[in-house]
């Protein structure tokens, strides 16, 4: 480029910047541009969930605008990555735009705001899981929020809260047909126990729950004292085809916390 191009080219990038610009430049414009049409991208997000949902989280946006991919969250909640932020496809500056667009649009609207805890059940503890790479509890927090509409009764949105808290638990399938484990290739039979991760179907000793003893559903305070000192634990269900729908049979627990739970319940017994 010679002297008299470079010259007219600032000229014209002095015009432009004058033209398009009160702030310092070309880069600020465009950020803001961008930031723009992202407000506007997750507040058609936001809506959208709202109203097909009556609720709205972080995640939700974040997989509606495009920065997620449902199996990066299915990673982060099996506890393969470390922090959700390190597989959101967009730079923290970005994020923290879209996250803060996303608050301002539910106070707008009114939204009743209601922390949640996300936990990463393992086989031997459960864990909260971390959002953000710097961990800050402000910023968790914002991550965990979830927003519900006023519209609802009281009692819906009670209800909702409730289901938000409740932590993934591990379900085990007492099956109504005959299956076979897809990783050790044993026969199971009717009425036995299947583990189902992600496409796969497991045997218990696959799924590493077959130290694991059936206490069946009855003795509601016998459950909640054995589930309480069983480190891990599995619900059991199985389909009802009369009723349409998956009826818990019992848990799986450890044989330790079974014995613990049963001395208890004796000792509390009169005489
Ligand atoms: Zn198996």
Redesign the pocket.
């Given at each position: 480029m010679n002297e008299a191009e470079t010259r007219a080219e600032h000229v014209v990038s002095s015009i432009l910047e004058h033209a398009t610009s009160s702030g310092d430049g070309k880069n600020r414009e465009k950020t803001s541009m961008n930031n723009k049409s992202l407000d506007q991208k997750v507040k058609q997000v936001a809506e959208k969930t709202l109203h097909d949902r009556n609720y709205v989280c972080a995640i939700d946006i974040l997989l509606g605008i495009g920065y997620l991919q449902p199996v990066h969250i299915d990673d982060w909640k099996r506890g393969r990555v470390p922090y959700l932020e390190k597989v959101i496809c967009a730079n923290l500056s970005k994020i923290s735009y879209a996250m803060k667009s996303f608050r301002v649009w539910a106070r707008q609207k009114g939204l009743n705001p209601s922390e949640t805890s996300y936990l990463l059940k393992t086989q031997n503890h459960s864990r909260a899981l971390q959002f953000s790479k710097s961990g800050d509890s402000n910023i968790e927090l914002a991550y965990r929020t979830h927003y519900v509409s006023p519209t609802l009764t009281d009692k819906k949105q009670q209800k909702l809260k409730e289901n938000f808290e409740k932590p993934a638990e591990v379900v085990v399938f007492s099956i109504l047909k005959d299956s076979k484990?897809d990783?050790?290739?044993?026969e199971l039979f009717k009425d036995s126990f299947l583990y189902k991760e992600q496409d796969k179907a497991?045997?218990l000793?696959?799924a590493k729950l077959d130290e694991l003893t059936f206490l069946p559903a009855g003795d509601a305070k016998l459950t909640r004292q054995a589930k309480k000192h069983s480190k891990t634990y599995a619900v059991v269900v199985r389909f009802s085809r009369a009723r349409k729908r998956y009826e818990r049979q019992g848990l799986l627990v450890e044989e330790s916390a079974l014995k613990q739970a049963e001395s208890e319940n004796n000792s509390e017994k009169p005489a």
């Amino acid at each position: 480029m010679n002297e008299a191009e470079t010259r007219a080219e600032h000229v014209v990038s002095s015009i432009l910047e004058h033209a398009t610009s009160s702030g310092d430049g070309k880069n600020r414009e465009k950020t803001s541009m961008n930031n723009k049409s992202l407000d506007q991208k997750v507040k058609q997000v936001a809506e959208k969930t709202l109203h097909d949902r009556n609720y709205v989280c972080a995640i939700d946006i974040l997989l509606g605008i495009g920065y997620l991919q449902p199996v990066h969250i299915d990673d982060w909640k099996r506890g393969r990555v470390p922090y959700l932020e390190k597989v959101i496809c967009a730079n923290l500056s970005k994020i923290s735009y879209a996250m803060k667009s996303f608050r301002v649009w539910a106070r707008q609207k009114g939204l009743n705001p209601s922390e949640t805890s996300y936990l990463l059940k393992t086989q031997n503890h459960s864990r909260a899981l971390q959002f953000s790479k710097s961990g800050d509890s402000n910023i968790e927090l914002a991550y965990r929020t979830h927003y519900v509409s006023p519209t609802l009764t009281d009692k819906k949105q009670q209800k909702l809260k409730e289901n938000f808290e409740k932590p993934a638990e591990v379900v085990v399938f007492s099956i109504l047909k005959d299956s076979k484990c897809d990783l050790c290739e044993k026969e199971l039979f009717k009425d036995s126990f299947l583990y189902k991760e992600q496409d796969k179907a497991l045997c218990l000793k696959c799924a590493k729950l077959d130290e694991l003893t059936f206490l069946p559903a009855g003795d509601a305070k016998l459950t909640r004292q054995a589930k309480k000192h069983s480190k891990t634990y599995a619900v059991v269900v199985r389909f009802s085809r009369a009723r349409k729908r998956y009826e818990r049979q019992g848990l799986l627990v450890e044989e330790s916390a079974l014995k613990q739970a049963e001395s208890e319940n004796n000792s509390e017994k009169p005489a």
